[in-house]
């Protein structure tokens, strides 16, 4: 992975998604062993649009390898608002930095970005398409909490139509195979259908669509909810209507395995009572754990910075 960027996760096999799933289990173990891995090295935080744990995720990241950043959080505060184009900026920040994290509105930013730097580049979420840094927090959420990435029944709910973390999620396992995703949304926010192809695409993946959360919560062995996202809308009215269409109650996870782990990209507005924080089944705040210890594993691999003590593949006992 040395000197590559990283758009989209289809641009990295199976096996060093799970490799990464590896090193992130190794890194939290041994944080005092990994903590040089990128001393000397400078990460760029791009973030042309506003973000809290994504951008503070990244930067932890690089910090607890011994690496420093330098970056803006938000286009105002950047060229952008003088006129200056993606491929410009990321020309010049090439010069600064060894690495670069950028987060933009537009979907495809990031595809732009990575053509234009001399470095390797990550997409820390591009408009309503991807979002891969956070797939791999997913995954590495998914294998700590039931041991596997593969052979599940997951439930999405909420927005679907323009959360870019579940359609990079359902494209991700969908290579993993063996995955039965339940579609829970209005109809007005139901997935689109490029997502719905690679689905139909896998000969063990299937999906089923439906409005009613309840009815299906008894057979989910993970449950991925959403929040309505309103930077997403044009029409505030469409937004009140919909923000509220499914919220987690403990009296739904009632309904629910014992097992069942709940997650959620955050940040969360309403669609999970704080009730549920205390339910052991509530693994979000994990999530942020784990992302900061993928997004560790993705910058040294880009790199090609090798963790101390570390042999490529091997299991980290949790």
């Known amino acids: 992975m040395r000197g590559s960027s990283l758009v989209t996760l289809?641009?990295?096999?199976?096996?060093?998604?799970?490799?990464?799933?590896?090193?992130?289990?190794?890194?939290?173990?041994?944080?005092?062993?990994?903590?040089?891995?990128?001393?000397?090295?400078?990460?760029?935080?791009?973030?042309y649009e506003p973000s809290t744990r994504t951008r503070l995720s990244f930067e932890t990241a690089m910090l607890r390898l011994g690496g420093q950043v330098v970056g803006f959080a938000g286009s105002q505060l950047s060229s952008v608002s003088k006129g200056e184009s993606i491929a410009d900026t990321l020309c010049v920040v090439s010069s600064y930095a060894d690495i670069i994290a950028i987060r933009h509105p537009k979907e495809g930013a990031a595809l732009v970005a990575a053509r234009s730097a001399d470095v390797p580049v990550i997409n820390a979420g591009d408009g309503g398409h991807l979002h891969p840094t956070q797939t791999l927090a997913d995954l590495a959420t998914l294998q700590a909490r039931l041991g596997r990435i593969d052979h599940l029944t997951i439930g999405l709910c909420g927005d679907l139509t323009f959360g870019r973390t579940v359609h990079s999620l359902i494209e991700t396992l969908t290579r993993f195979g063996n995955v039965r995703f339940v579609l829970v949304?209005?109809?007005?926010?139901?997935?689109?259908?490029?997502?719905?192809?690679?689905?139909?695409?896998?000969?063990?993946?299937?999906?089923?669509?439906?409005?009613?959360?309840?009815?299906?919560?008894?057979?989910?062995?993970?449950?991925?909810?959403t929040r309505v996202?309103?930077?997403?809308?044009?029409?505030?009215?469409?937004?009140?209507?919909?923000?509220?269409?499914?919220?987690?109650?403990?009296?739904?996870?009632?309904?629910?395995?014992?097992?069942?782990?709940?997650?959620?990209?955050?940040?969360?507005?309403?669609?999970?009572?704080?009730?549920?924080?205390?339910?052991?089944?509530?693994?979000?705040?994990?999530?942020?754990?784990?992302?900061?210890?993928?997004?560790?594993?993705?910058?040294?691999?880009?790199?090609?910075?090798?963790?101390?003590?570390?042999?490529p593949g091997e299991e980290v006992a949790a």
Request: net charge negative.
């Open 185 to 225: 949304s209005p109809p007005e926010l139901t997935c689109p259908r490029y997502v719905l192809d690679r689905i139909d695409a896998s000969r063990t993946c299937s999906f089923q669509e439906t409005g009613d959360l309840e009815a299906v919560i008894g057979d989910l062995d993970a449950l991925y909810m």
């Open 10 to 47: 289809d641009e990295l096999d199976t096996w060093w998604i799970r490799e990464l799933i590896h090193r992130a289990a190794y890194i939290d173990a041994h944080r005092a062993r990994v903590a040089g891995t990128c001393k000397g090295k400078v990460l760029a935080t791009l973030f």
């Open 229 to 311: 996202q309103k930077e997403r809308f044009f029409n505030e009215d469409d937004y009140l209507r919909l923000r509220d269409s499914y919220i987690l109650t403990e009296d739904k996870l009632r309904l629910a395995k014992r097992d069942m782990a709940v997650l959620h990209p955050l940040p969360r507005v309403n669609e999970i009572a704080v009730e549920v924080d205390r339910d052991p089944r509530a693994a979000y705040f994990q999530q942020v754990k784990e992302g900061m210890l993928m997004r560790m594993a993705l910058e040294a691999a880009l790199l090609g910075d090798e963790l101390p003590g570390y042999e």
